[in-house]
């Protein structure tokens, strides 16, 4: 299975920006992850078949949305209101079975990695 992702680039604080990332086939769990330099993956949300709402972690709640096209096997990450502290490289992950929301963004479970997007947030 292939992640593959795109959408990152350098936004002012305040600003939007979207990310997708493309399975080269159905997962049950999609997630994202990041990355900030110097520090370890952080979890930033999922998203699971069946269940019809994403999961979020606290840092991003409320600013952030997943969303998944089923029919393209893709995934999405809608950031709103960026932080310099967003920036990051932004990584998709992704699972064969449906994994528990708490779970999902520990950055334990994942089967399959995105080589990463990275977003700057900066003026």
């Known amino acids: 299975l292939q992640l593959v992702e795109s959408g990152g680039g350098l936004v002012q604080p305040g600003g939007s920006l979207k990310l997708s990332c493309a399975a080269s086939e159905f997962t049950h769990t999609m997630a994202w992850f990041r990355q900030a330099p110097g520090k370890e993956h952080e979890g930033v949300g999922c998203i699971i078949s069946g269940v019809s709402s994403a999961y979020y972690a606290d840092s991003v709640k409320g600013r952030f949305t997943i969303s998944r096209d089923y029919t393209e096997n893709k995934v999405y990450l809608q950031m709103h209101s960026l932080r310099p502290e967003d920036t990051a490289d932004y990584y998709c992950?992704?699972?064969?079975?449906?994994?528990?929301?708490?779970?999902?963004?520990?950055?334990?479970?994942?089967?399959?990695w995105g080589q990463g997007t990275q977003v700057t947030v900066s003026s």
């Open positions: 992950a992704a699972a064969h079975s449906r994994i528990g929301q708490t779970t999902c963004v520990r950055p334990i479970w994942p089967d399959y």
